[in-house]
C-alpha cells in the first residue's frame, strides 16, 4: 500500500501559484542533455527540450521511444544519470515539482471510493481548497455520488484530469492523454486541452498519434530510441519530407511486401496502405498496377500532403506504432 501510496502522491506536486501574465514569454522547462539507463540498456540518450511557457509541447514517438521514462523523471522524481532540468529557470526539487499537474496513463482514482471521495482524499493530502471541488464536479459533469470503478474510461479520464486541476498548476503533464478512449471522448478532450492553453497554461504530452500532435501542438519533438531525433512546428517538420506526396490506398489489400520492393517509405495499417512518391501521377499507376496483379480489391485511392508520420517514417524507417 505504501508504494502505491507514493505513487499517488507523486501525481499532484502542484501549485496555486499565478500566471506570470506580464513580460516575455519564459522557459517552462528546459531539459539539457538527459540520460537515463537502466543496467546496459539507455532508455534516454542525452535528450535536450525547451517548452516555452503557454504553449503546447507534444512529444511524438512510438511505444519505447523514451516518453514515459522522460516523464516520470519530471513528475515522479524518478532518478536520472546525468543532464539538466529546470522548471521556470529553477532546478527541479520538490518546490519546481509543485509547479506540475500530472494525468498519468492509468487512472489515479480509488475505486472503491465515489468521485466525491476520491477527490476530497486528494484534497485533504495537499491542503486544497475544498471550494475546487464542486467546482471541478460541475466543469466535468461528473456523477459526484459514483464509485470510480463503475466510470466509464472518459469518465475516469476526467476524474485524474479534475485531481490534477485541484491546485490549478501552471504546467499540466499528460502521458498518452487519448490512449483507451472512443473518438467523441477523445475529441472533447482535445478541447479540454486547448482550453488549458487558452487560460494560460503550459502542456506538454507524450502520444504516439500523430493526429493528437498535429492537431494540439504548438510545437513537436519526435522521439525514437531514447533520442530527439527532429524538433519543430508540425507544419515545419512536414517539410522535412520535401515535395513527396503520400498515396493512400484503402481495400482489401494483397501484394503489399511487392510494394515494398520498389518503395522503401511504406506504412501499413489494417486496410490502409501509404506510400511515399516523389511523383505520384507517375508513380501511382505502377503501385495499383501491382496491387491489383495480386488480386487486391481496392475500394478508395486518394493524394495526401505528408504527415508527421510520413516523417517519422522518413527519418527512421519506420511506423509509429
Not at 540498456?41 to 512529444?59: H, M, P, Q
Not at 522524481?77 to 499537474?101: N, P
Not at 507544419?235 to 482489401?252: F, P, Q, T
Not at 503489399?256 to 512518391?277: A, D, M
Request: charged residues 30%; neutral net charge; glycine residues 8%.
Amino acid at each position: 500500500m505504501q508504494s502505491v501510496l507514493n505513487f499517488r502522491v507523486s501525481t499532484l506536486f502542484i501549485s496555486s501559484t499565478p500566471f506570470l501574465g506580464l513580460g516575455l514569454p519564459m522557459k517552462a522547462i528546459k531539459i539539457n542533455g538527459l540520460k537515463k539507463s537502466y543496467g546496459e540498456f539507455f532508455a534516454l540518450k542525452g535528450v535536450s527540450i525547451e517548452v516555452e511557457e503557454g504553449e503546447v509541447f507534444a512529444l511524438l514517438g512510438p511505444n519505447g521511444a523514451g516518453k514515459t521514462t522522460l516523464i516520470r523523471i519530471l513528475t515522479e522524481g524518478l532518478g536520472y544519470d546525468s543532464g539538466e532540468i529546470k522548471v521556470f529557470g529553477k532546478h527541479l526539487s520538490k518546490e519546481t515539482a509543485r509547479l506540475i499537474g500530472y494525468v498519468p496513463q492509468e487512472s489515479v482514482a480509488y475505486d472503491l471510493l465515489t468521485v466525491r471521495e476520491n477527490l476530497d482524499f486528494y484534497a485533504d493530502i495537499y491542503n486544497a481548497p475544498p471550494s475546487r471541488i464542486p467546482k471541478l464536479i460541475e466543469e466535468f459533469s461528473l456523477p459526484p455520488e459514483k464509485k470510480a470503478k463503475e466510470l466509464s474510461g472518459g469518465m475516469k479520464r476526467k476524474l485524474s484530469l479534475a485531481v490534477a486541476l485541484l491546485y490549478e498548476p501552471r504546467i499540466l503533464i499528460l502521458d498518452e492523454p487519448s490512449t483507451g478512449l472512443d473518438v467523441p471522448s477523445r475529441r472533447e478532450l482535445w478541447g479540454r486541452i486547448k482550453r488549458f492553453q487558452y487560460e494560460g497554461r503550459t502542456v506538454l504530452l507524450a502520444t504516439h498519434y500523430m493526429e493528437e500532435a498535429d492537431a494540439l501542438a504548438s510545437r513537436v519533438a519526435i522521439m525514437n530510441e531514447g533520442k530527439v531525433i527532429a524538433v519543430g512546428t508540425p507544419d515545419e517538420l512536414k517539410s522535412l519530407a520535401g515535395r513527396e506526396s503520400v498515396l493512400h490506398i484503402e481495400g482489401s489489400l494483397r501484394g503489399v511486401e511487392l510494394v515494398r520492393r520498389e518503395f522503401p517509405r511504406v506504412i501499413e495499417r489494417g486496410n490502409i496502405l501509404r506510400v511515399s512518391v516523389e511523383n505520384a501521377r507517375t508513380l501511382l499507376p505502377r503501385v495499383v498496377e501491382t496491387l491489383i496483379s495480386e488480386e487486391s480489391e481496392i475500394r478508395t485511392i486518394r493524394v495526401e500532403e505528408p504527415t508527421l508520420e510520413d516523417v517519422f517514417l522518413k527519418l527512421t524507417g519506420r511506423g509509429l506504432e
